[in-house]
């Protein structure tokens, strides 16, 4: 069992940076390939990237590639999304979410998720 929360989310002008944080309890954490997916109002949920449970491979949405990183300290059971350059279309309630299948964009293919953190850019 691996319960995730996020935090970090705010509002940035367009241009802009924030960096959002996913705090993993549980022992088993390093043993997850983590994820970041994204959820507009209307829209369903979007991959936004993925991190290896070793940290040493990512894989990203083509829409937040170059502007984007993830990256994660398992010492600290933390995993990050650091955003750049953020756009008014990067408006969204993230969430971070773990699974056991690498390089996996859709959502079922995760077993567990945060309760998600709001990012507004304004333009």
């Known amino acids: 069992q691996v319960q995730l929360v996020e935090s970090g989310g705010g509002l940035v002008q367009a241009g802009g940076s924030l960096r959002l944080s996913c705090a993993a309890s549980?022992?088993?954490?390093?043993?997850?390939?983590m994820g970041w997916f994204r959820q507009a109002p209307g829209k369903e949920r979007e991959f936004v990237a993925t991190i290896r449970w070793s940290g040493g491979n990512t894989y990203y949405a083509d829409s937040v590639k170059g502007r984007f990183t993830i990256s994660r300290d398992n010492a600290k059971n933390t995993v990050y999304l650091q955003m750049n350059s953020l756009k008014p279309e990067d408006t969204a309630v993230y969430y971070c979410?773990?699974?056991?299948?690498?390089?996996?964009?859709?959502?079922?293919?995760?077993?567990?998720w945060g309760q998600g953190t709001q990012v507004t850019v304004s333009s």
């Open positions: 549980g022992r088993t954490f390093s043993s997850y390939h």
């Open positions: 979410a773990a699974t056991t299948m690498w390089r996996q964009a859709t959502p079922t293919a995760y077993s567990y």
